[in-house]
Structures are given as structure tokens and as C-alpha cells.
């Protein structure tokens, strides 16, 4: 079973809607909020090792993750995949934008989660695919 868990940038709603929406795949996918299992406002620095221990994937609006030699290292360190939906300004998506980037992308993301970790891709909303970062 892969777990993709939504990062708390995003609606945990998406998190639980996808998760029902790939129940009758069957094809092994399990998607969960980071803010609704570590709790609301956990800290990068204790959920980041758990998600990597259950050789996880993470997506979020959040780059900084990736800018942050610190939260980088610890991604690398544990093993995580993540997903950086790049917003198209600091305020981030609305929720529909959010709906839409992450329906759009969501074949993409399920194929490059069998990619070895760690690992990160970035798209735009402007991208037609994800980048290896």
C-alpha cells in the first residue's frame, strides 16, 4: 500500500475525497492529511520521519520545504517523495484551484510514486507535467 499524504497547505477534504475516489481502483493507494493524522500545526520535524519510515509520498504548495536546507535534509535523511504544487501567488490556491491542479496531476503523481526515493518533482500551474528538482 502507497500512502500519499496532502500536506495541511491543502484541504484535508481533498485528502479524504481522493481517498474515496481510489478506493474501487484497488490499485493500492491510500491518501491521508498530514493534518488530520499528526494533528494540526504538527511540526515538519516530527511528522517528516514517520511518513518516511512508511515509505511515503507528501504533496504541498509549500517550496520552501525544498528551499530549507534544514527540512530538505530531513527528507532526504528519511526517504520521502514530495510533490511541490507551485501556486501561482504567496496566498496559494483557492480550494476549486486546489481541486483542479491536483485531479489534473493525479495519474502523474500515482506513476512517479514508484520512483526511488527521495525524491521531488515541481510543477506550475502553467506546467503540463511535473520536473525532477
Known sequence: MTKIYIDENLS????????ILERPMGDGFEILSIGKTFGR?????DWIPEVGAQE????????????????????????????FISPPSKTGYTYWEQVEQL?????????????????????TPKSSEFERM
Open 103 to 123: 485531479v489534473r496531476r493525479w495519474r502523474d503523481i500515482k506513476k512517479k510514486c514508484r520512483t526511488k526515493r527521495p525524491f521531488a518533482y515541481k510543477c
Open 12 to 19: 484535508p477534504y481533498i485528502a479524504e475525497d481522493l481517498d
Open 41 to 45: 500545526g504538527a511540526q515538519d520535524e
Open 56 to 83: 511515503a509520498v507528501v504533496v504541498t504548495q509549500d517550496i520552501n520545504i525544498h528551499r530549507t536546507r534544514r527540512q530538505r535534509e530531513l527528507f532526504e535523511k528519511h526517504g520521502v517523495g514530495i510533490f
